[in-house]
């Protein structure tokens, strides 16, 4: 089995550089599962139903979430009832719409995937232990599939790394997102978990984490509140591609993509 897991889409750039390069990757190589993170799909912060059906039209099998999920409130009219956009899986069960994993079908044949998104805290908003909520999925799926991929959307390198050693041998695949800037650590676990710090960005390529370095710059130099925004240019198409073994459910190969586009 391989999977194509995409990098934080960010904004219309991040929309374009998949409509664009995806065709080209797909016709080099053939994948089971297509994922991407698009919680900044929408304007670079948060996702629309008309963007989310964007992503699926141009080949999406899955979209994942993080923190901006709840950014553009179109979220709350379709997230409920649509079972191929997961946010993470440790907010308040009790409380929050949608879903934090989910089990997907390939097109063609039996192949079946489970996917569980997770939030991370340290350098982020309050949210519940992503440990226990990652045993908590794992349980409620563990009779239906063992081939498992963790989309970890967190901030500080430590904790990622600390999931995917946690969850070794446990899953399939442990994908960091959130920082927008690809690592460089892609590695199989020792008992065979598929594992990366962070995958990326898939956004404009000469830009401060997908926006134009206008504003972060005054931010950061004058401590004062300015607009972001996102222009065009050069985009920049960040992947990792994962190879499972589907019969022990254990990874064999994580490779990076970074392409200029």
Same mark, same amino acid.
């Given at each position: 089995?391989?999977?194509?897991?995409?990098?934080?889409?960010?904004?219309?750039?991040? %929309?374009?550089?998949?409509?664009?390069?995806?065709?080209?990757?797909?016709?080099?190589?053939?994948?089971?599962?297509?994922?991407?993170?698009?919680?900044?799909?929408?304007?670079?912060?948060?996702? +629309?139903?008309?963007?989310?059906?964007?992503?699926?039209?141009?080949?999406?099998?899955?979209?994942?979430?993080?923190?901006?999920?709840?950014?553009?409130?179109?979220?709350?009219?379709?997230?409920?009832?649509?079972?191929?956009?997961? #946010?993470?899986?440790?907010?308040?069960?009790?409380? +929050?719409?949608? #879903?934090?994993?989910?089990?997907?079908?390939?097109? =063609?044949?039996?192949?079946?995937?489970?996917?569980?998104?997770?939030?991370?805290?340290?350098?982020?908003?309050?949210?519940?232990?992503?440990? %226990?909520?990652?045993?908590?999925?794992?349980?409620?799926?563990?009779?239906?599939?063992?081939?498992?991929?963790?989309?970890?959307?967190?901030?500080?390198?430590?904790?990622?790394?600390?999931?995917?050693?946690?969850?070794?041998?446990?899953?399939?695949?442990?994908?960091?997102?959130?920082?927008?800037?690809? +690592?460089?650590?892609?590695?199989?676990?020792? =008992?065979? +978990?598929?594992?990366?710090?962070?995958?990326?960005?898939?956004?404009?390529?000469?830009?401060?984490?997908?926006?134009?370095?206008?504003?972060?710059?005054? #931010?950061?130099?004058?401590?004062?509140?300015?607009?972001?925004?996102?222009?065009?240019? %050069?985009?920049?198409?960040?992947?990792?591609?994962?190879?499972?073994?589907?019969?022990?459910?254990?990874?064999?190969?994580?490779?990076?993509?970074?392409?200029?586009?």
């Amino acid at each position: 089995m391989r999977i194509l897991f995409i990098g934080d889409i960010v904004g219309k750039p991040g %929309r374009s550089c998949l409509k664009s390069y995806l065709p080209r990757l797909k016709n080099k190589q053939s994948f089971d599962f297509i994922i991407a993170n698009g919680e900044n799909a929408a304007g670079g912060a948060g996702i +629309t139903e008309n963007v989310f059906t964007e992503l699926r039209k141009l080949g999406v099998d899955l979209v994942t979430g993080g923190n901006h999920i709840w950014d553009q409130k179109d979220i709350f009219n379709f997230i409920e009832g649509e079972p191929r956009m997961i #946010r993470p899986a440790n907010y308040p069960v009790e409380t +929050t719409p949608g #879903r934090g994993s989910v089990i997907i079908e390939a097109k =063609k044949g039996t192949k079946k995937l489970a996917v569980i998104n997770l939030i991370g805290r340290v350098f982020m908003k309050p949210a519940d232990c992503p440990f %226990r909520s990652a045993d908590r999925e794992l349980a409620l799926l563990k009779d239906k599939t063992n081939l498992i991929l963790v989309d970890f959307h967190a901030e500080a390198t430590s904790e990622k790394q600390a999931l995917g050693w946690y969850l070794d041998g446990r899953v399939s695949a442990v994908l960091g997102t959130h920082s927008h800037v690809q +690592t460089a650590d892609e590695r199989i676990l020792p =008992k065979r +978990t598929a594992y990366i710090t962070d995958v990326g960005m898939t956004g404009l390529y000469d830009s401060i984490l997908g926006v134009d370095k206008s504003g972060p710059l005054k #931010r950061f130099m004058t401590q004062l509140p300015h607009r972001l925004s996102i222009s065009d240019g %050069r985009k920049v198409f960040n992947a990792v591609s994962v190879e499972i073994d589907e019969e022990n459910c254990a990874a064999v190969s994580i490779k990076r993509i970074y392409e200029i586009i």
